[in-house]
């Protein structure tokens, strides 16, 4: 074989390799491509799936501020209503005031409502009941007699307290018989 068998072999064989080159370059290219095309389908498929999650999130926000302001428009209406409803109740009642906090404290029960929480409040006490006398009230006296009065009132005043609480007058005041 001469020269040019030599010749046409060597390049049948580099023919043959750049033809094997070739081919697993374009082998390459194309588990590229499809890795590529792979990540662009999962990121595509990424933005739908956020762009579903904005909208939901935004359909949801949207439905709380509607609610939100229907509440709001709710309770406008309430408050002109009651507004309307004071008004008339107080000009049926002439204008006063009084008459009218009086009117709404009974129909609300708040006086019930105090006097349970005032029955609750001493439940259980056992409160002694003194009332004092000085004598003939009818008759004058003027501002001594009132003091004197004031005088005789503190002894047993000053025991009740003792006897209901525990407590001792002050020495400044005076102190405590030891007799009931």
Known sequence: MGISGLLKNAFRVNLLQVQKANWE?????????????????EAEAERVSASASLFAKQQRADAELYAKKKEAEGLVALAEAQGKYLTKLLE?????????????????GMYQ?????????????????????NGDQM???????DMAGVYKMLPPLLNVVHEQTGMVP?????KLSNSN
Do not use: C, F
């Not at 008759?139 to 007699?145: L, Q, S």
């Open 170 to 174: 002050p020495a400044w005041i005076g």
């Open 92 to 108: 049926a009642l002439g204008g006063n005031y009084g008459a009218l906090r009086d009117y709404l404290m009974i129909n609300g």
């Open 113 to 133: 409502e105090i006097a349970k929480t005032n029955a609750e409040a001493i439940q259980g006490l056992q409160p002694k009941i003194s009332i004092w006398n």
């Open 25 to 41: 370059l374009y082998e390459k290219q194309k588990a590229a491509e499809a890795v590529l095309y792979k990540k662009e389908k």
């Open 139 to 145: 008759g004058e006296g003027g501002a001594m007699k």
